[in-house]
């Protein structure tokens, strides 16, 4: 993390279940983009709180018209006391 859209694009299209995703056995495609953004923002969650530890989406439901998380769960660490004294490069 943090990823780009590059690296969200080739997550999805690498599987071998990927041809599913683009409307096989006669369905349409999923909403690809909306996947890539739900993949983008979790990247961006976990870069931007360090005190994550596992994020957990199971099932996400794609279809045509959305991209769904049905169960979320997410584990934090505790967030440590920081040194007033100790300083910190950024």
Known sequence: APLTDHDVHD???APRCAPLLF???GSG???LEGL???LL???RMASDLPQLAEADFNPV???PGHVTVLDARV???PRRAQDPYLRRLR
Do not use: F, K, N, Y
Request: aromatic share 0%.
């Open 11 to 13: 997550l999805i299209t």
């Open 61 to 63: 439901i794609a279809t």
């Open 23 to 25: 409307g096989a056995h």
């Open 36 to 38: 890539e953004q739900l």
């Open 75 to 77: 584990r934090l660490l």
């Open 41 to 43: 923002r979790l990247s």
């Open 29 to 31: 495609p999923v909403d």
